[in-house]
């Protein structure tokens, strides 16, 4: 009687008991959910699967536990001036122009228009289940052009002097070990002993796209 109740089960329970049983924080569990409802996807494309069993509504989102406060203007400039050379400029643009890890972190130099101080943002990476996704952004207002603060067009060319990748398609900020998009980690790093002596060790990286939508309203 177990063995046909259990051939009787839908896929679907299969996948939340699955999920369930993760055994890991929020953040991971919800993508390993998208990667799973992202293989299933194209499997049910190439015709290997008639439905996706993936139906589990908001999994692969990360609810969020509290609401962020934003950094001060004091709070982000010491934050940036606690950074290394190579990363200054991810907290800055980050900020003023409200870019999220995975939009910033895929910048190249293709991407800015010194002359009219424009940058384009058009891609994004993510890195489900540890793989490095290069696609474009989730919806047709992600894709955008952003105009950078004057104050910051000095910095902007500093950084493009000294760290940039070489070439049209040199990224702005890359992991100096296999000189690829930065990791999230590699920046946690840093980002967390910056906010620290600024004070607000309760501030992420993300924090600073909610610092950029406050000064730009």
């Not at 290394?84 to 130099?109: H, I, K």
Request: positive net charge; hydrophobic residues 40%; charged residues 25%.
């Amino acid at each position: 009687m177990s063995r046909s109740r259990k051939s009787r089960r839908r896929p679907s329970a299969t996948v939340r008991e699955w999920h369930g049983s993760l055994a890991t924080g929020p953040t991971a569990k919800a993508h390993c959910y998208a990667l799973l409802k992202s293989i299933l996807s194209s499997a049910v494309e190439d015709e290997l699967i008639a439905v996706n069993p993936c139906r589990m509504r908001g999994a692969s989102k990360v609810k969020r536990a509290r609401e962020i406060r934003p950094a001060t203007l004091e709070e982000l400039e010491t934050i940036t001036g606690a950074m290394p050379d190579q990363m200054r400029l991810l907290v800055q643009l980050s900020a003023w122009c409200a870019l999220r890890f995975g939009e910033v972190t895929e910048l190249r130099r293709k991407d800015i228009d010194l002359t009219t101080g424009i940058l384009r943002v058009r891609r994004r990476v993510t890195r489900p289940g540890g793989r490095i996704v290069v696609e474009s952004p989730k919806t047709v207002a992600g894709s955008r052009n952003v105009h950078v603060p004057p104050h910051l067009i000095p910095m902007v060319m500093q950084h493009l002097h000294a760290h940039a990748q070489i070439g049209r398609e040199g990224l702005l900020f890359y992991g100096v070990k296999d000189g690829r998009q930065l990791s999230h980690g590699s920046l946690l790093h840093h980002f967390q002993k910056a906010a620290t002596a600024a004070g607000r060790p309760d501030l992420t990286p993300h924090a600073l796209w909610h610092t950029g939508a406050v000064l730009a309203g």
